[in-house]
């Protein structure tokens, strides 16, 4: 799918205050050629476990697509990719902003979205 509508500002994540456990999170909004809007949420949710190499704070991410008669749809695409918040780990985690980039990547490479099939 293209996306002629989006924003490369990959430094907006905000502390989601309503979470249980410690969560950013970011709305994406990419626009089709086809004029539809898609509004995605990314989100970044501290893991119970701690990183095994360096015992730091590890998150996992969670994609959202929005739905107008479901609500926040996951895209089970994306599981399993996680981050270690300790800067000097070498964990093979993806940084946000890597994790941003691969999701805007795929995004532009799927084809139309289709709600029904989530």
Known sequence: MEFIGEKDDYSKWELDTQAYVETYTKKIVLTGKDKIEFIYRL??????????????????????????????????????????????CDEDGLKPVEFEKLFRSIQKKAQRIDLDKI
């Open 43 to 88: 989100s970044l949710i501290s893991d119970e476990n701690s990183c095994k190499r360096c015992g730091g704070i590890r998150f996992s991410y969670l994609v959202e697509v929005w739905d107008d008669l479901s609500g926040w749809i996951p895209l089970p695409e994306y599981d399993g990719n996680y981050y270690c918040s300790n800067h000097s």
